[in-house]
């Protein structure tokens, strides 16, 4: 779990300094990374939204995530 984790805070870290923390990764990039089935993948993001280690970006495209600013 800790290589998934580490891979995925590696994307987050890549667009974020990409896009200043404007523009995140949505469930495209996410899916792939973390490999989980859908309800376990919404209780991890969950999770780390409660523990602020991520943001959720709302936009009219959809939900995005990144880390805080």
């Known amino acids: 779990m800790e290589e998934i984790e580490r891979q995925f805070f ?3 870290e890549v667009e974020f300094k990409k896009s ?3 523009n ?3 469930h495209n990039i ?3 990374i ?3 089935p859908l309800e ?3 209780e991890y993001i969950s999770k780390l939204l409660k523990e602020k280690k991520i ?3 709302n936009h009219l495209n ?3 995530y990144t880390l805080p600013k």
Do not use: F, Q, Y
């Open 55 to 57: 943001v959720k970006i």
């Open 34 to 36: 973390l490999k989980m």
């Open 20 to 22: 200043g923390g404007n």
């Open 40 to 42: 376990e993948r919404n």
């Open 24 to 26: 995140g990764i949505d």
């Open 10 to 12: 590696e994307a987050l």
């Open 30 to 32: 996410i899916d792939p």
């Open 62 to 64: 959809g939900t995005s």
